[in-house]
């Protein structure tokens, strides 16, 4: 046993017996297990839980994208939740952050599934990436595209 750096000498009988063991283990018979049919309440009882798991993964990602979920290749990736984007809403602009490669006309079209509320214009605008010192290191933040879409009077967006 090593203590502080040091090797010490092992007993003899100590690492035959070790060695004993490890042939006693690989000689012994495999059990071999029959597979036995599962009874109908508990095949039903395991589809519940896994479908409980998965409505708590579908409600994580709701919440992540302000209560609605967006389709899997959809322009908009999350509503934009700053103080900025706050003060905007209450004028009917909202802002979310969107794919680099998406347009005006693909946003205001996932808005509209998602929301069911017609934008009346869409403004996209790059975020560009900043340097920063996190743990030691320097980086840089991700670079990324938020859109702005406007709404008619008395048109909202609610994010839950």
Avoid: C, H, W
Avoid at 56 to 82: C, L, Y
Wanted: proline share 4%.
């Amino acid at each position: 046993m090593p203590l502080f750096g040091k090797k010490t000498k092992v007993n003899d009988s100590s690492a035959e017996k070790a060695e004993a063991t490890k042939t006693t283990l690989a000689k012994a018979p495999k059990k071999q297990t029959k597979a036995v049919a599962m009874p109908k309440a508990e095949k039903v009882a395991e589809a519940k839980a896994k479908s409980a798991k998965k409505s708590q993964d579908e409600k994580r990602n709701e919440a992540v994208a302000g209560g609605v979920s967006f389709a899997k290749g959809s322009a908009v990736i999350s509503p934009r939740i700053t103080e900025k984007a706050a003060r905007l809403s209450e004028n009917g602009i909202y802002a979310f952050n969107v794919r680099k490669d998406a347009n005006a006309r693909q946003i205001a079209e996932a808005v509209e599934t998602a929301y069911k509320v017609k934008p009346v214009k869409v403004s996209v605008a790059p975020v560009k990436s900043k340097s920063m010192f996190s743990r030691g290191k320097y980086g840089k933040t991700v670079a990324g595209k938020k859109a702005y879409v406007y709404l008619k009077k008395g048109d909202k967006i609610e994010f839950v």
